[in-house]
């Protein structure tokens, strides 16, 4: 069923207050819905004071010129550092010097406001969060998990890092008993994480389990993995809620994101993917426990079911977040995001579901109520757009100006205008 919209509209303009910014003249998508008439967003420090029928003042004044706003962007599947370049402290730091910068730039101008890091070094990733946090780096908000946790040499310990020692102990965490991954939850959770991601399917062997060969368009070998032991992705999502932290769940068959679900997960990363999604019971369970299913199709697409299988869940009322597994050195970063948008659509979402699913869904996902939203009290995170965002998904690219906290971040606008 559709969500109300939480956009709180005045009747009148009879405050005479003049607000540090106001966006004149717009339609509104608020996250949730397309709002009848045009409106004025005003905006105080980093916040949405008021979406007004009637015309506001500001000390700043932008004309939308009949144009859209929408909340910004959220992509809930980043992997920030590049996985091929950093091999040690000294590629680690030119990375950080020279390329992450630019980079995060990226997502900034292509109106993604906020990116969730899951499964990046965990010293990197929070001090560039810190960095970002405290205005000495542009860059969207950055929530992050720091490391993906994974059993004795899981997925992406050897696919990804195989070759790699001295990123493989940092990107990931490789755990091989249940005090192990209580430990790491912990250690994480001190560290102030946003969140836990555990990868399901790639961990050590053990009896019974099913295996599949992992293929990946950026990593072609074939690589046999079998799935996380029940015990221990019990107790890593055990542990992450005993600290009021969400735990998602990298996931890619059936009989895995069950297992996750009923292990108390609160989130599929990717979903089903390599095998079409026949069991509706699944889909039923998806719904009782409230999963967020994020299909990273800008990955995943080259899966012949991921589309259907995203089809079918997103008709069952399955909670969808927007999410891209954008990764340095395939596509350009924010570009990816806007690519996975245009997907989804591709797979059967209407243009209404999509920019929720990239919006107030993914809000969700990170567990920031306070974004996603455009309506007062919402942190002011906003895509100023030429064109209906839900008449035709391709109209996000048409994109005119960034506001990030309040602040306007990007402008295309031509000059003059």
């Known amino acids: ?36 008439g045009v409106y004025d967003i005003a905006v105080d420090g980093g916040e949405i004071a008021s979406v007004s029928a009637e015309p506001l003042r500001g000390t700043q004044e932008v004309d939308a010129a009949g144009g859209w706003v929408m909340p910004g962007l959220i992509d809930t599947h980043v992997h920030v550092y590049d996985v091929r370049a950093v091999t040690g402290p000294d590629s680690m730091r030119a990375f950080e010097d020279s390329e992450l910068p630019g980079r995060l730039a990226l997502f900034l101008d292509h109106g993604v406001t906020t990116v969730k890091s899951v499964g990046d070094p965990t010293d990197g990733i929070l001090d560039t969060r810190s960095k970002i946090a405290a205005g000495t780096l542009e860059g969207p908000r950055l929530p992050a998990t720091g490391c993906g946790i994974t059993g004795r040499d899981g997925h992406p310990a050897t696919t990804v890092f195989g070759d790699n020692p001295w990123a493989r102990r940092r990107f990931t965490g490789e755990v091989g008993s249940v005090r192990q991954m209580r430990d790491l939850v912990h250690h994480l959770a001190d560290r102030e994480v946003d969140g836990i991601k555990l ?3 790639g961990a050590c062997a053990h009896s019974g389990g099913p295996t599949y060969l992992w293929r990946n368009p950026a990593f072609p070998d074939g690589v046999e993995l079998v799935r996380l032991p029940a015990d221990l992705l019990r107790a890593g999502i055990e542990a992450g809620h005993e600290r009021g932290l969400r735990v998602t769940v990298h996931t890619t068959q059936q009989a895995a994101a069950r297992e996750a679900i009923e292990a108390g997960a609160d989130g599929l990363e990717h979903g089903v993917t390599i095998e079409p999604l026949t069991d509706h019971s699944l889909i039923d369970l998806m719904l009782e426990h409230g999963i967020t299913y994020t299909p990273t199709l800008w990955i995943d697409d080259a899966h012949p079911d991921a589309r259907g299988n995203l089809k079918k869940v997103a008709e069952a ?91 306007l971040t990007v402008d295309h606008r031509r000059p003059g205008l």
Not at 7 to 14: E, K, Y
Not at 17 to 30: C, E, G, K, M
Not at 350 to 371: E, I, K, N, Y
């Open 317 to 407: 009322g399955v909670h969808i977040a927007l999410g891209s597994d954008t990764f340095s050195g395939r596509g350009l970063f924010g570009a990816n995001t806007v690519e996975e948008a245009e997907l989804m659509v591709a797979a059967g979402m209407t243009p209404a579901q999509v920019p929720a699913a990239g919006t107030s869904g993914a809000s969700r996902q990170c567990v920031r109520p306070d974004l996603g939203t455009v309506a007062p009290g919402k942190r002011a995170d906003l895509r100023v757009l030429n064109a209906d965002p839900t008449a035709d998904i391709g109209n996000i690219r048409d994109l005119a100006m960034v506001i990030l906290n309040g602040e």
């Open 199 to 201: 990868l399901s399917e």
């Open 1 to 36: 069923m559709p969500q109300e919209s939480e956009a709180i509209v005045d009747a009148g303009a009879h405050n005479p207050a003049t607000h540090d910014l106001v966006i004149r003249r717009a339609h509104v998508f608020d996250g949730h819905q397309a709002l009848a």
